[in-house]
């Protein structure tokens, strides 16, 4: 089966597509408080994160990707032709040196913490001094304060419209436009449809947490901050976040989430393996034999929710995770 992307287009008209803006280089991007210029299409580029890997493989990019590296979910299957194609430098973090030595003409970051002013793989002046531009998803940056907590704290809720902005910036620096609009608008709707299935449902009262994963399950859990991607994703639908704290994912402690008593429980699906709670599997039984957890009426009631962690980011499975959530939300049943 095609890839929803390549079906979008191929219903756009033969005019259309002539008529879609194209790139004039030199380009110059204002990323994230640095300007990078771009003097062509960049023929190799190196992602760190799989939500700008995706998002350059929806764009059909996936030739011009040379290796990609900090995976939390598997590649979604309409992409794993293109993804198979790749070299994969690191499930988690890349060395600086293995994405160097691939030689990129871009470096896509989902996360400041991998490439920023404390980049664990290293700083944007690293790079620049190598000619090498990075390109940092906006929306980590853009209303965030990410030398604030070990996720970052977000001074300003997310916006949407900053995944809309990656696409259509990406896009801009392949000079791919009339492919990143389809994207976009297969996007908006996908929003708007998750919006509607909720639509006329009374969820004033309904509540929500969720747990992407602990370091240890006999300490406190990783859970989904305010005005967050997450948080978004619960505002959008209607539905009130049980966690305070602006941090994007904070520690809280499970006596102050079994106070709270979330209507639902949303737990992260994850391929990766750095923490045993990132098998969900875990997580399910921990929240079912835990003295406290057990007690939580989401549990109780089998209102959870298992979500990919991918769709808890901002990429484009996020959209995938609205209509997740939507769905449930709406039936009143989680499943779990």
Known sequence: MLPRLYLLLAAISAPALAHAQATHYPLTVE????????????????????AGTEMLYALGLGSKVAGTSLWF??????????????????DNDPSFEAVVNKRPQLVTVQFEWMVGPQGVVGTREQFSELNIPTYLLPSDCEGKDNLVGADGTRLQPFRIDTVYKSVSELAAIFDVQDRGEALNNDLRRRLERAKQ???????????????????????????????????FMLQTLGVRNVVQSHEEWP??????LAKANPTWIIIARMDRRRFPADDYHKKLEFLRNDP?????????NGRIV?????A????IRLFRGLETLSTAFASGEGGQ
Request: hydrophobic share 40%; aromatic share 8%.
């Open 73 to 90: 979910n598997n590649v979604l299957p309409e992409f794993k032709a293109q993804d198979q194609q790749v070299e994969r430098l690191a």
């Open 31 to 50: 990323n994230c408080g640095v300007a990078q210029t771009f003097g062509q299409a960049p023929q190799r580029a190196v992602t760190i994160g799989q």
């Open 306 to 310: 298992i979500l990919d962690a991918d």
């Open 292 to 300: 406290v957890t057990r007690q939580m009426e989401a549990v109780k």
């Open 312 to 315: 808890m980011q901002a990429g």
């Open 197 to 231: 299935h909720v639509a006329g449902k009374d969820l004033s009262h309904t509540s929500a947490m969720f747990w992407f994963s602990s370091a240890d399950l006999e300490i406190d859990p990783y859970v989904a901050g305010r005005q967050g991607v997450a948080d």
């Open 251 to 256: 520690t809280v402690g499970w006596e102050t």
